[in-house]
């Protein structure tokens, strides 16, 4: 995804700079050409020398504002030359001065020579974060497109205090610049409600028994954060997904689930009120008849297990839905994925079906990357190719909404 693009990072003074680091590394390993440029107050906290070290390339900060390359200024190189421009840490002076187009120094009088799509993460004090001035700035500068947002998240910050104003960890902002660089910043779901369900469900034989599947929750995560970059409004009905996976998507409502039966009854609640409705959950297809409330002592243990079947929940919520309303299925499947997958998308009644192989590399449960052929209700096939979670996801709205 992110090989051979050109991604522009500008660091103003914050401590949360520190964090950038990773970012560009990551980013380098991942073969993109990273331009950095530090402001004054960045450098007070991190040294060019450091992002100069991590992106192979020069970093740039006030001192060679004036010095330019095949004489044309700085500035303007590198403003035509970005695809993206992530300015983290964003702080309160940086923010007002973007706000007001002010252009006092090399990032902000980038910012004004270019014209790609800018990601901001911004960083700072909660009191700081909550005056009036700076939400306005914030305000005003959401308001043009061109710019998108990573909301600072709550937490302890580095002056002791707990509240918002943390700047958005190193793996959200990869996936924002992922996202900025597959869609060019479109806010395209803005006002639409989707619910999404991710996950493997359990049936609990006892407290500590469970029938289950290895799904990690991966796909159902990418799904939200594509749609939370594209401007949506995400519903996260989750049963027991990989640890950590929740923090990709701090602005999703989340409803925790255990069992087939908890998603069913979730999934009905918030059916209502969403425009389109995604079942990624792998639900396991059937449950232990019997449920014992204490541990079963292992000689206690039975030797077959009666089972009982599970309700079909996406089944149930294309009988409920309203006609403006789009359900999404997903049908994970080995050997040959067309026929089950066709079979699915018509007796679920679905306006729409992923097919997806589990039994190849770079796909399936707990894989960072899938592969999937796409259907609809009106025959249409689209064939995607092994690409990252996130990608598949962007794909996917864009065929839904095609
Ligand atoms: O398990 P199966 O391959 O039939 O799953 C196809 C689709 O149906 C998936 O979207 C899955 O989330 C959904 N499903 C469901 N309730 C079940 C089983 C599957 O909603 N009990």
Redesign the pocket.
Known sequence: MFHSRRILIGISGGIAAYKVCEVVSTLAKAGAEVRVILTEGATQFIAPLTFATLSRQPAYTDREFWQPVHHRPLHIELGEWAEVFLIAPLTANTLAKLAYGLADNLLTNTVLASACPILLAPAMNTEMWQQQTVQRNWQQLLSDPRYQALHPNSGILACDRVGTGRMAEPVEILSGLESLLQTGGTQDLQGKQILI?TGGTREHFDPVRFIGNPSTGKMGIALAQAALHRGATVTLVHAPIETGLLALVPQARLVPVIS?DEMHKAMLTYLPEADWII?????A?VRPADYHAEKLPKRSLPSSLSLAS??????DLSQHKQPHQKLI????QTGDILPPAQE?LQR?NLDAIVANPIDLPNSGFGSDQNQAIFLDAHSRKQVIPPCSKLALAHQLFDFVQS
């Open positions: 369900s087939a079942m990624a959950a792998a639900v297809d599970v309700p079909d929940i996406v089944a299925g997903f049908a994970a699915k679920k």
